[in-house]
Each structure stands twice: as C-alpha cells, then as structure tokens.
C-alpha cells in the first residue's frame, strides 16, 4: 500500500497547490491616480508596466471624458484594468456654477457651497435631493460608461459635505468638531426642506440645534444620497459596465462625518478609504475598518481596503497596512497613490501581493 499513500500525498500537495492558485486568482488589488496629473503616453506606459510587474489588477483612474479612450487602450495593453474614477456630488464645474447655483447644497446657517465653501474653496455640493442634479449625473455616468472597453465607473465624492473632519484634521483648520456646527451641516435648501416636509410633516428649517439628535431628517439625508446612487447604478449597468464607489471606512464613520450610508448601497464592489492616519490610529485599525465593512455588506460582494500611501513611508508600517487589509476580510487593497512609491513601496508592495 505505500504506493497508494504516496499517490494520496500527491493528491492532496496538487489540491493544496490548486487551492492556493484560487486564493490568490480571488484576490485583486488596485491603485487610485491621475487626478489632475499631466502625463503623457511614454510616462503612462511606464507605470502601467511597473504597476502590473507588481501584481496590481488595475487602475481607478481621473482625467478627462475625452482622454479615457487612450488610457484604457494603454492599460489594456499592459493587462490592467481601467475605472473611470469620477467627483460626483462635489463639483465645481463654471457652467453649473453660472447656470445652476440653486443646484448645490445649502448649510443649517443659510450659506450656499456655490458661494461659500466650507473647509477649502473646492467644496462645491450638488444637493442630491434634486431631481435635476441626479439626471444630470447621470448623464455623466452614462457617459463615462460609454467609453468604449472601459471596464467600470468608479464613484467618488457620493456623499454630502463633512458634518464632522477626520480628528487629524482639525488643528489644520484650527477646529473642534465634537458635535455637528451648523455651518458644516447640510443640507437646508429649499427642495430638501419642502420634501422632508411632505414626508414628516415636519420643517427641518425649524430644527436649529436639535437638528442633530433628529434621526428621521438624519436618514432623510441617507435616503436621498442613496437613491441617488441607486439611479446612477441602474444607469451604468443599463452599459453592461461595473459600478463601484471609494467611500469612507466604516459604516457608522461614513454616516456620521458625511451622511453616507454605503452599506445599503447595491455596488458590484466597495472601496472604503481606510486612511488610519486622518483618525491618529495605527495601521492596525485597518484590520478593525475592514471587518467592519465586510460584515455589514456581506460576503456576496468584495471590499478592497484603501490605503494612505504617504502615512506609510515606514515599509514596516506599508506591510502591516496591506496584512491588516487581508486579516480584516478585504480582498485585495487599494493604493493612493503609486506617485507616492519609493523604490522600497514596489518591492514590498509585489511581495505582499505574490503572498496574499
């Protein structure tokens, strides 16, 4: 019988090996860029080769409508992926700002983010109360989705204005934000208060500083960025594309600095933006934000944990990032950005790949 025990211990070594190859085939892993980024096709070649030797699936990349074609040619090329990574709610395009200023969203204190910005002069909120504001975007979505090969759209800025910053940001903007300030809080434009009205009976412009503790105007806000979400999904499936989205990490995070309840939303796969230095954690929290996420969506759909390249200069910590990710149910990560790599970031970042 030694014959048969050894043809049993080839057996199992070529399943385990099998085993293995599926891990590894179900896991992927991404990178976020461009974003304003001039570069030309040699500059794009070159990273997309280093990106792939590396063992990243593909790119959730920003730019131009008309200059995706090009770039989704280069990636394919080089076996990547290419998502149409787009701001959606947050906009400040001269057009709508010119013809549109009752589409953006309005703070508990009366001001407009078309005229005035909290935080930084970019934030610029469409309010998704608005049936206008949603056709609009969705035509952008289908759009983006019409690329021809595109491989996806990839929703970012789907959320309203931050209630409450990431605790590491306060000092920057010389802020205490242990409780909901009015003129952070949106949205009170005339749409979302009639509505709310119609459905509550209530006036959510009488609230004042109860405003906060008020559950049902809390959930309104939720329900209108979900139903946003949900027309722009339908209309990017209607493509034959894949729809996902780069959102805050942790449900209860996300719904409570900005009024953003993902895990309700029906997205082929979910980026959470795990940057544990914006909340002074250590790399390890990455493990705690992931479980999170995938508990609350459930195993039919991947999260791929977003990380913070430049917190990470310490390769140590760049390992335990990525680790933490897969310890915490993700399957597979997600960089900002590879602009950030130095030539130790690559080395690691293909090894914790080849051993995902």
Known sequence: MKWWNKLLGLVIIVMLLFLTACQKQLSQHYVWMGEGKIENNVELEKMFVKLKDAGITGVMYQTTLQKYPKVVSLAHKHGLELHAWQNIMRRYDNTLLNEHKDWYTVSRDGKSTAEDQPYVYYYKWLCPSKQEVRDYLTELVEDLASVPNIDGVHLDYIRHSDVILPTQLWEKYNLVMDKEHAEFDFCYCDNCVETYKLKTGEDASRLGDSAPDNEKWRQF??????????????????????????????????????????????????????????????????????????????????????????????????????????????KGVCLFTPYSFSDKHWEALAYEIDNW
């Open 221 to 330: 806000r939720y329900d209108m960025v979900n139903e946003t979400v949900e027309q722009l999904t339908k209309a990017v499936r209607a493509k034959g594309i894949k729809v996902t989205a780069a959102v805050f990490p942790t449900p209860d995070i996300a719904r409570n600095l900005v009024r953003q309840d993902w895990s309700s939303w029906n997205l082929d796969a979910y980026y959470p933006m795990n940057y544990h230095s914006f909340y002074e954690e250590s790399p390890d929290w990455i493990r705690t934000a992931c479980a999170e996420g995938t508990m609350a969506i459930g195993n039919n759909k991947p999260l791929y944990s977003g990380i913070f390249v430049p917190s990470l200069q310490n390769i140590k910590d760049f390992k335990t990032a990525i680790r933490s990710s897969k310890k915490g149910g993700a």
